[in-house]
């Protein structure tokens, strides 16, 4: 064990079991991970090479997606599940667009917390940080970070990306974006991108088996029933679509957009 995950682990943190967010940061490039992390995104990978780039294809959906909504005027928005920072994070996005824009970010990982909190550190009274558990969505909505940081009576954008595939069913998904549905005035948003298990079923299979070792399992769903989870919402063109296929504004990096293994949309509430 190193000196750095020392310190983790003396600080109460698990550095034996794989994190949904360290993975995600191992398949993007990062360092902030551990090696039980590194070795379960490499035993994924032998099996779905396509989620390294998969994951580059989520994080530039999320970027398109929040250069969209401040270009529609939105100024508010709460991202759930927001992993570990990186390159084009969501405030940096929008305040190019809207230099007042407000982001909160969720998480209940306390390293994503940590590193949040310490590159936000700077940014004075557009950012906030707080612990919350997708799992417990009227709590997350009566924290007072995001009570105090974010006006209800205006349209929000809730950003869930890439994180209602670590949502069983025992945890009622679609009971949890009704709850923040309800929550948001006319005019809000609802991004979305969610693994499917409707391409390549059989290494999907073998992938979900790597995720049951990890902090969160890993729930793939159809078409169908990620298109449920936008119930109340009005998807914008394109629909619900592979992540590459969602206003592109590069080519994609690959010739078949199922590749991506993850299907997004955005919904507004009328």
């Known amino acids: 064990m190193s000196v750095a995950d020392e ?4 600080r109460g943190i698990d550095v034996n079991t794989p994190s949904v967010a360290r993975l995600y940061d191992y398949y993007l490039g ?3 991970n551990f090696p039980s992390d590194r070795l379960a995104a ?3 990978l032998s099996v779905v090479p396509e989620v390294r780039i998969a994951a580059r294809e989520n994080r ?3 970027g398109r997606a ?3 909504l401040a270009e529609e005027g939105i100024e508010q928005f709460l991202d759930i599940g927001t992993g570990l920072p ?5 405030h940096e996005v929008a305040q190019e667009i809207r230099p007042d824009a407000r982001v909160a970010y969720i998480d209940n990982d306390p390293i994503v917390l940590a590193h949040a909190r310490a590159l936000l550190r700077g940014i ?3 950012v906030t940080v707080a612990s919350g558990d997708l799992r417990q969505p009227e709590e997350i909505l009566q924290t007072p970070e995001v009570r105090k940081h974010l006006d209800f009576s205006k349209p929000v954008a809730v950003l869930l990306v890439a994180i209602m595939h670590f949502i069983t069913e025992a945890d009622d998904p679609r009971r949890i974006v009704t709850t923040l549905r309800d929550a948001l005035p006319s005019g809000s948003y609802l991004v979305l991108s969610h693994g499917t298990h409707d391409n390549r079923t059989e290494a999907a ?11 969160s399992p890993l729930v793939l769903r159809s078409r169908t029933e990620i298109r449920e989870l936008f119930d109340g919402f009005e998807l914008v063109n394109p629909g619900l679509v592979w992540l590459p296929e969602w206003r592109p504004d590069d080519f994609p990096l690959y010739d078949d957009p199922s590749q991506a293994l993850i299907v997004c949309g955005v919904g507004r509430k009328p």
Do not use: P
């Open 7 to 10: 310190e983790w682990t003396q």
């Open 30 to 32: 990062g360092k902030d």
């Open 42 to 44: 490499e035993e994924i």
């Open 60 to 62: 530039a959906f999320l």
């Open 66 to 68: 929040v250069r969209f």
């Open 86 to 90: 990186t390159q084009g994070n969501v």
């Open 124 to 126: 004075k009274g557009e």
């Open 205 to 215: 299979k073998k992938g979900t088996k790597v995720y049951e070792r990890a902090n």
